[in-house]
C-alpha cells in the first residue's frame, strides 16, 4: 500500500472495481482494509481480486506472501506440458458446463510473457504414439480448418465458433502433436496448432472472457517459439496488445507491442505496419503524443511500400490501418479527424467481416453523437443494426447496449425513435451484460 501511495479507502475502491470484471459486487471498505492489515485475510474467491488490483497499479505481479496475507498463500497451478495444458483448457472449453470455471477468472495487466529465447525450440520430448504418424497432409487440414473456423468467426462471432474450435484443439491437434513425425513436419503442426490456439483466444476476447484469452495467447506463444514461429509470435503479442488497449490498459498495451516488434525478425513492409500500428495506438492511449505519431507515420509509409497484392499479415490492410489513424486520433483528442478516418476505413473493409463492421459502425455512431451529428450516428446505427441480428458477438453486444444507453436522453427525436422500434426486438436473449480484430491482427 505505501508503494501504491494508497490509503485504507484507497485500496478498497479500487478492490471494489476490479471484482466488478469477475461479476462479483465487493463492498469492502476501508474498515476491512484495516482488518487486513492487522492479520486477517479477504475471501478465497476475493483474494485474487485484491492481488491483481496491487498488481495493476504496481505494473508487477503480486503474490499474496508480499502482499503481507502470509496465512493464504497464493494457490500454485501444478506444472505441466503445453500438450496437456492444451487438454486441459480445450476440455473445459468445449463443456458447457464446466466453462464458467474458465470464464470466472481476472484479466491480469502482469501476466509474465515468454521471451523468444526463452521459448523457441525447447518444446519438451514427448512420447509418441506409435499407432499414429502424420506428414504435411495433416498440418495442410489443420491449417485449412483453423482457416474455416475463422471465416465462420467473421460471419457470425466467436459465441457460436469457439466450441468448435475448442473440441477441434482436444479432439484433432492434440493427438497430432503427440503423433510420430518427422521434424519438419513436427514443426509444421506446432506452428499450425499456435495460429489455432491464437484464434481461439480472439474468439474468448470476442466473448469479453479476457481471462481464458489470455490462457490461450499464452499457449500460441508456447507453441509459435517451440516450432521457430516467429510470425505467429509476434502476431499474438500483437493481438494481446490489441485485447490491452480495448480494456484501457495502456501502459500494458504497449509493452506487449513494443514486444512483438522486439521480436520480429527482419519484417517486410506490410509487418512493420502491422506492429507500428498497434504501437501508435498504445502510445496514444498513454499519452505520448509525438511517439504515437511517429509510429502512426512509420506504418502509413510501410503500408505504402507494401505490394497491393502481397500476403496479408494477420489480415493487417489499408481498412485496419485506417482504423489506427482513427483509434490514434480520438485517444490525441482529435475527434473530427477520428471520425473522418472511421468512415474512410469502413468504406474499405471487406463486407465479409460483418462483426468487425457491427462494431466499427456502432463506434462511429458513438463518436458522431458525442459530436452533435445525432442524424449521421442513427444512420450508422440502423447500418450496424443490418448485421447484428447475425452475430453472436459479446462484443457487439456491448455496443448495442451502449446504442441504447447513448441515446436514451434523445428518445424523443423522431429517428432516434424509429431507431429504437427497430432494436427493441433484438435485445433479447443475446446473453448477459459483461464488463469491458479491429481485425483479428
Request: proline share 5%; aromatic share 6%.
Amino acid at each position: 500500500m505505501a508503494e501504491a501511495a494508497w490509503g485504507n479507502g484507497d485500496l478498497a475502491r479500487a478492490v471494489n472495481r476490479t471484482g466488478t470484471e469477475t461479476g462479483q459486487r465487493l463492498k469492502y471498505d476501508a474498515s476491512a482494509v484495516s482488518h487486513w492489515l492487522s492479520g486477517t485475510s479477504p475471501t478465497a474467491k476475493a483474494l485474487p481480486v485484491v492481488l491483481e488490483t496491487l498488481a495493476r497499479r504496481l505494473k508487477r505481479p503480486i503474490t499474496a506472501v508480499e502482499a503481507g496475507f502470509r496465512g493464504t498463500p497464493t494457490p500454485v497451478e501444478q506444472p505441466t506440458d503445453t500438450v496437456s495444458g492444451l487438454i486441459d483448457l480445450g476440455s473445459l472449453d468445449m463443456d458447457p458446463s464446466r466453462r464458467g470455471i474458465l470464464t470466472a477468472g481476472l484479466y491480469s495487466v502482469a501476466l509474465t510473457i515468454p521471451g523468444w529465447p526463452d521459448v523457441v525450440g525447447r518444446f519438451e520430448r514427448l512420447r509418441t504414439d506409435p499407432h499414429l504418424r502424420i506428414g504435411m497432409a495433416e498440418v495442410q487440414a489443420v491449417a485449412a480448418m483453423t482457416e474455416r473456423i475463422s471465416d465462420l468467426d467473421d460471419q457470425f462471432g466467436g459465441r457460436m465458433t469457439r466450441p468448435m474450435a475448442a473440441s477441434f484443439l482436444v479432439n484433432t491437434i492434440v493427438p497430432y502433436l503427440r503423433a510420430d513425425a518427422g521434424e519438419d513436419v513436427r514443426k509444421a503442426m506446432l506452428s499450425a496448432a499456435a495460429d489455432h490456439c491464437y484464434l481461439t483466444g480472439y474468439m474468448a476476447v470476442d466473448e469479453r472472457h479476457d481471462s481464458l484469452a489470455q490462457r490461450y495467447y499464452s499457449k500460441a506463444l508456447e507453441l509459435a517459439g517451440h516450432a521457430g514461429d516467429h510470425l505467429t509470435y509476434c502476431t499474438t503479442l500483437r493481438g494481446m496488445s490489441v485485447q490491452a488497449v480495448n480494456l484501457g490498459h495502456g501502459s500494458s498495451a504497449l509493452r506487449l507491442a513494443d514486444a512483438a516488434s522486439a521480436a520480429s525478425p527482419e519484417a517486410g513492409p506490410r509487418m512493420r505496419a502491422f506492429l507500428a500500428g498497434q504501437q501508435a495506438h498504445a502510445l496514444a492511449q498513454t499519452g505520448d503524443r509525438i511517439g504515437a505519431l511517429l509510429h502512426l507515420r512509420t506504418a502509413e509509409v510501410a503500408m505504402d511500400q507494401a505490394e497491393s497484392k502481397a500476403k496479408v499479415v494477420g489480415r493487417y490492410d489499408p481498412a485496419a490501418l485506417a482504423y489506427h489513424v482513427a483509434q490514434v486520433n480520438y485517444e490525441l483528442g482529435d475527434r473530427d479527424g477520428a471520425i473522418r478516418a472511421l468512415q474512410h476505413s469502413e468504406k474499405l473493409r471487406p463486407p465479409v467481416y460483418r462483426g468487425s463492421r457491427v462494431r466499427a459502425l456502432s463506434m462511429l455512431a458513438e463518436w458522431q453523437l458525442g459530436a452533435g451529428r445525432l442524424e449521421e450516428a442513427v444512420q450508422n446505427w440502423h447500418l450496424a443494426l443490418d448485421d447484428y441480428p447475425t452475430i453472436q458477438s459479446g462484443r457487439a453486444d456491448d455496443r448495442f447496449r451502449s446504442m441504447l444507453s447513448a441515446t436514451r436522453p434523445h428518445r424523443r427525436n423522431p429517428h432516434v425513435r424509429g431507431l429504437l422500434e427497430r432494436a427493441r426486438p433484438m435485445a433479447g436473449g443475446r446473453g448477459p451484460a459483461r464488463t469491458a480484430r479491429e481485425t483479428k491482427a
